[in-house]
């Protein structure tokens, strides 16, 4: 039942104009093209203003895996606002938050978790951080102050994230306000790409990386990492005996792990947490994104009990003066409940399985393509890396056929909520074949 707007999509893009400052987005995007005014969602379909459909590629920026307008979670949402709309977790508790952090630790590989809520990605890696710093304070190791990231890691745009995963094309102003951490090379390409021979991560593989950490290592608090998948970077996947043998050497060396898992978490690579995949268990792991299926903003901070023990009162204060206003919001913990309610009724992550199997397969049509470099996919992540930047159009072309893509650099990729049948897959990368061929003809002529 959608709600007829009152103002045309053209003049609310004019009055957008005026006021709006949108993220990650050209002035010259904005002020030249017709961008499309979303108005509603159901599925895996967004409806502009003029009530045309769109799949949503990008599962509005990764966090809607499970869809538009789902039942349950509105009915959660609408039940928990009735009830308490906000109270604090400073010195008090409420229902939602106890229950979700919960559920939380029961989904992790080994018990005695703890959670630390915030608002969104970058605040719940700060948190770590801070964290993984005042554990070393508190446990008299003070000079373990540094951190090791992987080059083109993004973690958030917040500034001490932007130190973590620095790319010179979005941060060179930054450049003097923050010290950065140290980066080491990401593992090697993993055999995911589609048409590479299938290959286990050899010594070379990791060689710089282990150059950089042994260099360090003594003054690391932690490495911190998207686990498989560098997302922001253009989907690019490495091997999981990569990330195993990171973790080995965290262990060895007594240096925390912290795994950003805000865009892998949930499914999205076919596990719960793409570092199941390694048989490793963080002691730091940092979800968003798909914590509430898209419908609040909340995140969270998942730290070991051996980790929070360093946080006593006694006999020294070394009590974690953190928090943000929002904080483990009833509301969205109640959503967040009901996400995992749902991710446990329905099988979404095997779900998420079989049809990152569906788009694998249908992948493979890009592999000989001409424009194409590279194709990839892990789970419900399918990426095609095209040998120049895709045409400034590609996204329109898309778009025009009622596909929502947002390409990376020189990848073009496909984030689509866990939920979509074999049938969206095949529509959504038919469309993106076509439209590659077709803004790879307008490159040529
Ligand atoms: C999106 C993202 C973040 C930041 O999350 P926000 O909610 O946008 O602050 C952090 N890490 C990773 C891996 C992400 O994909």
Redesign the pocket.
Known sequence: MAQPINQTSTSMRELDRRHLWHPYSKHSAIHSEPFPIMTRGRGVHLYDADDRAYIDGISS???CNLGHSRPDLVTALQRQSDQLQHSILGNMSHPAAVHLAARLAGIFPTAGRRVHFA???????EAACKIALQYRHAIGEPHRHKFLSLKN??????LA?VSL?FIDAFHAPFEHMIPRAQQAPAPCPDARHLGMQPHSCTAECLAAFRETFAAHADELAAVVL?PLC???AGMRLYHRDALAEIARLCVEHDVLLIA?????GYGRTGRMFAFEHAGIDPDIV?L??GLTGGYL?M?ATVVTDRIYAAFTDKPEDHTFYHGHTFAGNPIAAATAIAVLDAYRDEDIVERAARAGETLRRQLEAFVDEPGVADVRCLGMIGAVELKDAPSPRLPETCMARGLIVRPLGNVVYLMLPLVAENKIIVEATDILLDGVRACAELGAG
Do not use: L, N
């Open positions: 920026w990764w966090c608002s969104d990605g970058a605040s719940a890696v890691g993004y973690h958030g745009d917040t994230m995963g998207e560098q997302g922001a950003d898992e805000i865009a892998t940092c968003g994104k903003p995140s």
